[in-house]
């Protein structure tokens, strides 16, 4: 079966400090790969997907970057947070698309960042 | 604009009793429509999906949902609500081969 990855759980970072969120996949192959945010325990705001292997889409224009080194593995980064990037990060993963195929999103456990 | 819309913050429930948690969505073409929870702190977990086929569809915990292409409606329901269900809940919409769109999510709350 498939599971999902994110690490570490929680973090606390200075403001202008980088950043590092990563995301792993298990048990599956050639995944699609999403990076939301989620604020104030409400709406997901995405902020990039994946189709492949440094293949990165971004959906919102900010201070965070993301990476694909590796099929199964996300990265989501900055240089130099900020106080609004606090909030919760959900990975997600789905199936890639073919002829008929509705791709559910599987989520990870999520990360909880409060920059200060 | 494809959008999906969750009418209601909070819903409040008594145990045992039935519960609906609404979800309307405008989109071009057959959408694809998912229900997801999130308990406090985790990540959020696949309910149902509908694809095509009988407007009923059965999920997870009892759960199910109702598509209703003339309403453009796909209300979340459970015919006796249980304490433990008490979580956030979310509707999504994929318009065809576009991106899944989620809504602003409904918190339900189950009273003892």
């Known amino acids: 079966s498939q599971t999902i990855h994110q690490w570490p759980a929680t973090l606390v970072q200075p403001v202008g400090s980088p950043l590092s969120l990563e995301c792993t996949v298990e048990?599956?192959?050639?995944?699609?790969l999403y990076w939301y945010r989620q604020a104030a325990g409400r709406g997901l705001q995405l902020l990039f997907y994946?189709?492949?292997?440094?293949?990165i889409s971004s959906e919102v224009p900010q201070n965070l970057s993301a990476s694909r080194p590796q099929d199964r593995q996300f990265i989501l980064s900055s240089k130099k947070l900020l106080l609004s990037d606090s909030g919760f990060y959900l990975c997600?993963?789905?199936?890639?698309?073919?002829?008929?195929?509705?791709?559910?999103?599987?989520f990870g456990p999520g990360t909880r960042l409060l920059v200060l | 604009a494809q959008s999906v819309a969750q009418p209601e913050d909070q819903v409040n429930v008594a145990e045992g009793n039935p519960l609906t948690v609404k979800c309307t969505y405008s989109?071009?073409?057959?959408?694809?429509l998912f229900w997801y929870v999130q308990y406090p702190n985790r990540g959020l977990q696949f309910l149902l999906k509908?694809?095509?086929?009988?407007?009923l569809v059965k999920g997870s915990y009892g759960f199910e949902a109702e598509f209703n292409k003339s309403q453009t409606s796909f209300h979340l329901k459970k015919p006796s609500a249980l304490v433990s269900d008490s979580a956030l809940y979310f509707c999504?919409?994929?318009?065809?081969?576009?991106?899944?769109?989620f809504g602003s999510g409904t918190r339900l709350s189950i009273r003892p």
């Open positions: 997600a993963w789905s199936t890639s698309g073919g002829a008929g195929n509705v791709e559910t999103q599987y």
């Open positions: 048990g599956t192959s050639n995944p699609n």
């Open positions: 994946s189709v492949g292997i440094g293949q």
């Open positions: 989109v071009s073409g057959n959408p694809y």
């Open positions: 509908y694809i095509t086929g009988d407007n």
């Open positions: 999504a919409v994929r318009p065809g081969a576009s991106k899944i769109i």
